[in-house]
């Protein structure tokens, strides 16, 4: 069963009637639940299922079971409001919710897809990708940082995170015995990772770097000296005196620090994120000449597709046929 701490309208929100009854079947599901998808993905189809069915009340039409033109018309006003990838990971709510009922799912039926097609042909299917960070630009961030506990704490988030390839989750589910010292650096330990959805643990290395100003495994070992954390999160928040927190920082405070460091040199916040450090692994070692199979061994990609991404990106220059015009 679901906790109270897990559940998909808060206590103090008034749901919507058409809301009800998926709140109720996903409450007493324990299949749901155990379902395996991360808890970032249960926590989007909860707040997708509610816009779904607060629609769907509004307009007068049953959300469970819902009809394919029904489903049809929610996804057409959406386009106006979402991204077509947005828009899928709704109907893949839609279709989770009426399967766990025992319905058929309308998000199955041709017209559904077709409409999809039609608005992914209109507005466009391609995602705002965080942009990847340059060697010089983590140098810089790096010499501007404060020396201060907290610069000292957002120093080692971007340096680990580009190092290792960090998503933001990863980075603040760590705690202190998840990392150890060894002669030629840190191993660090990944005990829940969007790429091991069973949990089994990730260990990933990561090396002394030969600049101080780049190397992770340094500036890690200072954060920790620095703040006197021993047990527990090994990121934490820090307020404005510098005093550091107990509590674990979050995942939305680790796209802030980024967007803020980056800022400092000025670069655009809006072409930056939490993404940026995990895109600049990518990216930097594409441009380096390190193959995409080690990067992807190294950056935890199962697909070399998503990699091939950052992988082009950084080859359009490097390798363009105009560098051996003579100009």
């Not at 990392?179 to 990730?202: H, N, P, Y």
């Amino acid at each position: 069963m679901l906790t109270d701490s897990t559940s998909i309208v808060p206590a103090t929100t008034t749901a919507p009637t058409g809301w009800i009854e998926l709140h109720k079947l996903i409450e007493e599901s324990e299949q749901f639940r155990r379902a395996a998808r991360s808890e970032r993905t249960w926590k989007a189809y909860r707040s997708d299922l509610r816009s779904f069915a607060g629609w769907a009340d509004q307009h007068g039409v049953s959300a469970l079971p819902a009809t394919p033109e029904t489903v049809v018309a929610y996804i057409t006003t959406s386009a106006s409001k979402y991204r077509p990838a947005t828009i899928r990971r709704h109907l893949a709510a839609i279709s989770v919710a009426h399967k766990l009922a025992g319905h058929e799912s309308p998000t199955k039926h041709p017209v559904v897809n077709e409409v999809l097609k039609g608005i992914e042909r209109t507005i466009g299917t391609s995602q705002t990708r965080k942009r990847a960070l340059t060697v010089q630009e983590i140098r810089r961030i790096s010499r501007k940082l404060p020396d201060t506990k907290r610069g000292a704490r957002d120093r080692a988030i971007l340096l680990l995170g580009v190092s290792g390839a960090l998503r933001r989750s990863e980075i603040v589910g760590l705690d202190v015995n998840d990392i150890v010292f060894v002669e030629a650096g840190m191993v660090v330990t990944l005990r829940v990772s969007k790429s091991d959805q069973e949990r089994a643990g990730v260990e990933i290395g990561v090396p002394y770097a030969a600049h101080e100003l780049t190397c992770a495994v340094r500036v890690v070992k200072h954060w920790l000296e620095v703040a006197s954390i021993t047990e527990g999160p090994v990121f934490r928040g820090v307020d404005r005196g510098d005093r550091v927190s107990d509590d674990r920082l979050s995942a939305n405070g680790v796209a802030r620090l980024v967007k803020s460091a980056c800022a400092s040199i000025g670069l655009d916040v809006r072409k930056v994120g939490g993404h940026s450090l995990r895109a600049s692994y990518a990216t930097i070692g594409a441009s380096a000449g390190v193959s995409p199979f080690s990067l992807a061994e190294g950056g935890r990609w199962k697909s070399l597709d998503v990699l091939q991404r950052y992988v082009r990106h950084a080859n359009l220059v490097k390798d363009n046929p105009v560098s051996s015009f003579g100009f």
